[in-house]
């Protein structure tokens, strides 16, 4: 079955630094992967999407980066905020369905 | 527009008994999909639907039913609650595969937290 791992400590950083999470995976083959950020309280929102033929993505001070081979995918946010503070999943679809991680919960300290 | 909208927000349910959970979207989208989400952890598909008249399983159906008949509608049955079921449940809808940069989208609603006591 799939699994989709990403870290469950939270990551702590500095406002202004690159937070960096991590999203891996195993028995699996997705065309695309997906990154949401949710709010305690809150539905999931759409960040980004990168499909298995793009090595990387941006938007704004978003990027995303796909190795298939690796089975990995990267999610980075440049000169972090502390509004950039949230969970955020990752999800991968296998047709019409989606598998998510458990999200990692980013705190960015000012 | 406004959006994936679900009903009620919360709700306590005692063992045995029965409820839906509602869903509606505006955006006339075709894909929608049922997920529920324990604490600290991901969302768990529960089922699917791509169109009016046509559902499909998800990870964790056993204990829920699905029905879609029309566009907009999406509603989730539990018929028998567990404490098994105590959760949070977020409706969402899929973005159709046209081009653009949100092609594929998944848009949530706010959630419904489900207490089975």
């Known amino acids: 079955s799939q699994k989709i791992e990403q870290n469950s400590e939270a990551l702590n950083i500095q406002e202004g630094k690159t937070a960096t999470l991590t999203c891996n995976y195993t028995?699996?083959?997705?065309?695309?992967l997906q990154w949401y950020r949710q709010d305690p309280g809150r539905g999931p929102v759409f960040l980004l999407l990168?499909?298995?033929?793009?090595k990387e993505k941006r938007k704004e001070r978003l990027k995303v980066t796909f190795d298939t081979t690796l089975k990995q995918s990267l999610f980075h946010i440049t000169a972090s905020q502390p509004a950039d503070s949230a969970t955020y999943l990752c999800?991968?679809?296998?047709?019409?369905?989606?598998?998510f991680g458990s999200g990692t919960k980013l705190n960015v300290k000012p | 527009n406004a959006g994936v909208t679900q009903t009620p927000k919360f709700r306590i349910l005692k063992i045995g008994q029965s409820m839906t959970l509602q869903c509606t979207q505006d955006?006339?989208?075709?894909?929608m999909y049922w997920y529920r989400q324990d604490p600290g952890m991901g969302l768990k598909l529960i089922y699917y639907?791509?169109?009016?008249?046509?559902?499909d399983k998800g990870e964790v159906p056993n204990g829920y039913n699905v029905s879609r008949s029309t566009t907009e509608d999406f509603p989730l049955r539990l018929e028998l609650a567990a404490p098994s079921q105590t959760s949070v449940y977020f409706c969402?809808?899929?973005?159709?595969?046209?081009?653009?940069?949100?092609?594929?989208?998944?848009?949530f609603g706010p959630g419904t937290r489900l207490l089975v006591l």
């Open positions: 969402a809808s899929r973005h159709p595969r046209t081009s653009g940069p949100f092609q594929e989208t998944q848009y």
């Open positions: 028995n699996y083959s997705p065309a695309y």
């Open positions: 990168i499909r298995e033929n793009e």
């Open positions: 999800a991968l679809n296998n047709f019409n369905k989606f598998y």
């Open positions: 955006m006339n989208h075709n894909y």
């Open positions: 639907s791509v169109g009016a008249g046509i559902t």
